[in-house]
């Protein structure tokens, strides 16, 4: 089979189980590894959506910019999917974030925009509304915290994916909070298609330097985030997350981000609680990119 172009590789990434982190009998974690998208991170499915949304309402034209604020995954996914359709891209991103997300995006053809690393997140996006605003015969915002497709991307992708995957018998899908859009997206789905799957999200306390993660309470939260659609959210120090994440790669030969390295986190934690019970569970958490970046 010959695909059309490299945006039909996004999507149906593998779930895997792991094996040394936690060996139990009745307890099995495994990652949804969204490192196999083919621009890198889950952030690929969004980018998709979004840009493919904004076409079919007729709001992106040929001769409109893409404008987004991003801290590195969604820009990398805008910058691949705007190379392949053609579309000039604008991107707000704080100067903190990574070297290495910038270059990629820089490679894709995107134009770069650095706000203050000290305003953080919400300093890009203050930027991007505005220039949108005042520019909107310009640009196209695709306001990632605010549309409603970074929510379908992961109801008709991601959360279907996993219950195919696991053949329905995964008991706990657990989830960093960021965007919160994948949380969203697989909460939806699952109390739609397989109520009895329980989704776990995980924030940072406040004050926390998990880059691409936000804690609630401290920062804007995304219009798409909804608790009420979420079955728990529990809370991970920045250095649970960290050791995690080096877990993953000494344990497992998974190398991951620092958001995944909180996923698991949350996972171990669900599944302490399981064992304590005496109960029985298949816990699946989103590994959403590579440890490269």
């Known amino acids: 089979m010959i695909h059309p172009n490299i945006l039909s590789l996004i999507g149906a990434t593998p779930v895997v189980y792991l094996n040394r982190v936690f060996p139990h009998p009745r307890i099995r974690l495994a990652t949804k590894l969204e490192a196999q998208n083919v621009g890198g991170s889950i952030k690929d499915r969004v ?3 979004m840009i493919e949304a904004a076409e079919a309402s007729g709001e992106l034209t040929p001769d409109k910019t893409v404008i987004e604020a991003t801290s590195g995954n969604t820009g990398v996914g805008l910058a691949m999917v705007c190379a392949v359709k053609g579309y000039k891209l604008t991107l707000l991103m704080p100067d903190s974030a990574s070297e290495e997300r910038k270059r990629i995006m820089r490679a894709f053809g995107a134009e770069l925009r650095l706000t203050p690393g000290r305003l953080g997140t919400d300093g890009a996006i203050e930027e991007a509304y505005r220039l949108a605003r005042e520019e909107p015969q310009t640009y196209v915002l695709m306001d990632q915290f605010n549309n409603p497709a970074s929510i379908a991307a992961h109801f008709i992708g991601t959360g279907q994916e996993i219950i195919a995957q696991t053949e329905g018998r995964a008991t706990h899908v657990v989830v960093s909070l960021g965007t919160s859009g994948t949380a969203m997206g697989i909460a939806k789905r699952m109390k739609a298609s397989a109520p009895h799957i329980k989704v776990v999200a995980v924030e940072p306390y406040a004050g926390h330097k998990i880059q691409g993660l936000k804690n609630m309470q401290e ?20 250095e649970e997350a960290y050791e995690c994440a080096r877990r993953l790669a000494r344990e497992e030969g998974i190398l991951s981000g620092m958001s995944a390295g909180a996923a698991l986190a949350g996972a171990l934690r669900i599944a302490g609680e399981l064992d304590a019970a005496g109960e029985e569970g298949l816990i699946v958490f989103i590994c959403p990119d590579t440890g490269e970046r």
């Open 47 to 49: 980018a998709l959506a």
């Open 219 to 238: 920062s804007y939260p995304p219009g798409i985030y909804d608790k009420r659609a979420l079955d728990r959210i529990v809370h991970v120090e920045d």
